[in-house]
């Protein structure tokens, strides 16, 4: 979820941050009973293009009386982006948003100085088993969008575009690829796609973006005469063609990418930033709790409870 436990003490700092990881192998993490797979950050790849966070929630089913309950937490500096396979999740900030999201649809949450928000699956539909299927990415903002203020989008699945034939389903998310373009305005030049492949299917990476990246999420793809299968990210460079080949099974993947940014990021919890004074200020604005005055405010209709901030998370990681 968008609320980052815990920072594997790999994640990347110095020169190791630009290193090239062909291939990430994300290790599962059980946040109570709920699988994640982050990929993002990754010991030797901090980010692909803006994208700086990549978890892959579920396949999860709930009992009934079960589901995901995170309180209300801040983030700065990042965009969160949130899309579903299966489920539903309630999505509520401190701008006011009160909003579910359902498979297929996006929601784009812009932190910039400071946002809270929570994520849930309220009493009411947890009155019957769920399904929860998904995956959140977080994109770091360039250094001069950091300031601006918090900003939240809703787009419903009919409005992303959709490229079919050939045995491919492609849902373009956000940015521009294949030359489409998605309809949620971004601060940087990306690309984000749901595709689903048929078995044998082919397509090729945008190669438009400065940097891509491929996350298999179902089934198998081949490129270059090397099979890689569900749960695993390979990073490619510009200059080369690159087409992936679905195998017997199909496949479902999410390509991603972009511009690179001016530099690596310093992360901690769930604070992005290009400076360490800048997470240090998140800090102890979230320590404070001036929830009337202060930087950061609870949402309307979630102000019962809040995640403290952690008394540890490991050094500050970036630079």
């Known amino acids: 979820m968008s ?8 994640t990347p700092t110095g020169a190791d941050v630009d290193a090239i990881e062909t291939l990430i192998v994300p290790r599962a993490r059980d946040l109570g009973g709920f699988e994640v797979r982050r990929a993002l950050p990754a010991p030797k790849r901090q980010m692909v293009g803006p994208f700086i966070f990549f978890d ?18 801040p983030h700065i500096g990042l965009a969160t982006v949130t899309y579903l396979f299966s489920g539903k999740i309630h999505h509520r900030d401190s701008l006011g948003t009160n909003q579910w999201i359902e498979e297929g649809e996006l929601n784009w949450m812009v932190a910039g100085n400071g946002i809270t928000h929570s994520e849930r699956i309220d009493e009411e539909v ?3 088993p769920q399904k929860l299927f998904g995956i959140q990415t977080w994109v770091a903002l360039p250094e001069k969008n950091e300031e601006d203020a918090a900003d939240f989008t809703h787009t419903p699945k009919e409005a992303l575009p959709l490229l079919e034939g ?20 971004t601060a940087s030049e990306m690309f984000y796609a749901d595709v689903v492949l048929q078995a044998g299917a082919a397509i090729p990476l945008p190669d438009n973006h400065e940097d891509r990246g491929v996350y ?34 199909g496949a479902r993947l999410m390509l991603l990418g972009g511009e690179t940014l001016n530099g690596p990021r310093y992360i901690w919890w769930n604070f992005v930033a290009s400076s360490e ?24 209709d979630d102000q019962d409870e ?14």
Request: no cysteine; hydrophobic share 35%.
């Open 277 to 300: 004074e800048k997470i240090q200020a998140a800090k102890e604005a979230w320590r404070a709790g001036d929830w009337e005055n202060g930087r950061f405010q609870l949402p309307p």
């Open 3 to 10: 609320w980052n436990p815990l920072l594997d003490p790999d």
């Open 126 to 128: 947890r009155q019957q």
């Open 166 to 185: 050939e045995g491919k389903e492609v849902r373009l998310i956000l940015g521009n690829a294949w030359g489409e373009r998605a309809p949620v305005p």
């Open 56 to 73: 892959q929630m579920g396949p999860a089913e709930f009992v009934t009386g079960q589901g995901i309950d995170v309180r209300p937490h």
């Open 216 to 249: 298999v999420v179902e089934g198998s793809v081949t490129q270059a005469g090397q099979r890689y299968g569900a749960g695993q990210m390979m990073v490619f460079r510009p200059g080369d063609a690159i087409s992936l080949k679905a195998g017997s099974a």
């Open 306 to 319: 809040f995640i403290p901030l952690p008394d540890q998370v490991g050094k500050i990681r970036g630079r």
